[in-house]
């Protein structure tokens, strides 16, 4: 029977010693696994994190895009807009002096004697016509009084005439203005229908109906409109 020997207190040491280096070598060991396993986490959730903030930059960018262009856009067409505004008020402008200097030019009308008189016999004549009444009444400027006295008589036989119908003319002291083109409003049925002959009314008639003619002339026929009569 064999019994081991017992180890002295040297050999105990180093026995001790190679455990405690084999354990720190296991700890080393197992932290260097800890290491490179925390570092591949952390890469890897730092890649994570890259991209989605990635991913949100683009978007917010791609928002800040869009929402200059929508705000260019809405600049642009604001400026259009104004442009556009401005134009037509510009040629509202030209067309209201047009008229203006029109209007203005009515005034000469009367000066003209001769012209005068063929003008406010003319009107006469269309009103008679237009209305086809035994009785009429005619407005005229106080001015005027004396003109239409002289030619009532040719009128008169030119209706009467075209007619085969009389007709019987009273003339109002209700004067037009004394500064207006002159001419004459006459009425019949009571004064219920009325037929204005002045110049100005004449010309508010040629405004309305010549206007489309006049705005081409003036500035080209407009590249939006699609219907030509």
């Known amino acids: 029977m064999s019994f081991n020997k017992a ?41 994570k994190l890259v991209r989605q903030e990635a991913i949100n930059i683009d978007a917010a960018f791609q928002r800040k895009v869009k929402q200059a262009d929508v705000q ?48 406010v016999s003319d009107a006469l004549v269309q009103a008679f016509f237009r209305l086809l009444e035994s009785d009429v009444t005619v407005q005229h400027r106080k001015a005027d009084k004396a003109t239409i006295e002289k030619l009532l008589p040719d009128v008169k036989k ?28 006459v009425a019949g049925n009571g004064g219920r229908t009325k037929c204005n002959n002045t110049p100005e009314a004449r010309l508010a008639i040629l405004e309305e109906d010549m206007l489309p003619v006049v705005r081409d002339m003036l500035f080209g026929q407009s590249p939006n409109r699609r219907f030509f009569n």
């Open 72 to 119: 260019r856009r809405i600049a642009q067409s604001n400026n259009i807009n104004k442009s556009r505004m401005k134009l037509l008020l510009t040629r509202q402008e030209m067309l209201d002096k047009l008229f203006a200097d029109t209007r203005s030019q009515l005034l000469a009308i009367a000066k003209d004697t001769n012209r005068y008189e063929k003008f």
């Open 7 to 47: 180890l002295n207190d040297e050999e105990v040491f180093s026995e001790m010693r190679k455990m405690v280096a084999f354990i720190k070598q296991e700890a080393l060991e197992k932290a260097r696994e800890i290491k490179v396993k925390a570092d591949e986490e952390f890469n890897i959730e730092k890649a």
């Open 158 to 185: 030119r209706y009467e005439e075209a007619t085969k119908q009389t007709i019987n003319v009273e003339l109002l002291e209700d004067y037009l203005p004394a500064d207006s083109a002159g001419g004459v409003i």
